[in-house]
């Protein structure tokens, strides 16, 4: 399957793999380098580690780069008004009688812990292409569901927490 991602995600991945190419793999090369030379190889926890970390880094490389090659790149063609990609919506949610914010983005992007909901997701799917007062059923599976209402769209860009998921 192709991962749906926006522009910013992929300049985000690239910008990690030039890193990781770079500095990092350097200094991991670097540090397999000083513990293979502390001798004796059968007992060498250090060595043992860097190379961990070395095929760590290698094999994240190989992710995102494989992610770059097979995305799908999405715009967001919501109004100012509605809720689109990378929006902060602020929901009302009936059963609980609180409110919750939620940042719309992809699904490289997700983290519920902090707010981050996937357009894949079933709030993601429901909140897509709303607007301020809106009252919105979210189907969470064939037996359950309820229901939010918007009560603010952000669509300011950047957040500290907006990163891509990885190790």
Not at 2 to 16: A, F, G, H, N, V
Not at 73 to 101: C, L, P, R, W, Y
Not at 140 to 157: A, F, M, W
Request: glycine fraction near 6%.
């Amino acid at each position: 399957m192709r991962d749906r991602l926006t522009q910013s995600d992929i300049d985000k991945m690239q910008k990690e793999i030039d890193y990781r190419a770079g500095e990092l793999r350097t200094n991991l090369i670097e540090a397999v380098k000083v513990a293979r030379a502390q001798g004796d190889l059968s007992e060498n926890f250090e060595y043992y580690a860097a190379k961990r970390e070395k095929n760590r880094n290698e094999s994240r490389i190989r992710y995102l780069e494989n992610m770059i090659k097979t995305a799908r790149i999405i715009e967001d063609h919501s109004g100012e008004d509605e809720v689109g990609m990378n929006t902060k919506v602020t929901v009302f949610v009936e059963e609980d009688q609180a409110e919750e914010t939620y940042k719309i983005v992809t699904t490289i992007r997700s983290d519920t812990l902090k707010g981050l909901i996937s357009i894949e997701s079933p709030v993601g799917k429901a909140l897509l292409g709303k607007k301020v007062g809106d009252r919105v059923k979210i189907d969470v599976n064939d037996s359950y569901s309820y229901y939010v209402q918007i009560r603010r769209i952000d669509k300011t860009e950047g957040d500290e927490n907006d990163r891509i998921r990885g190790y």
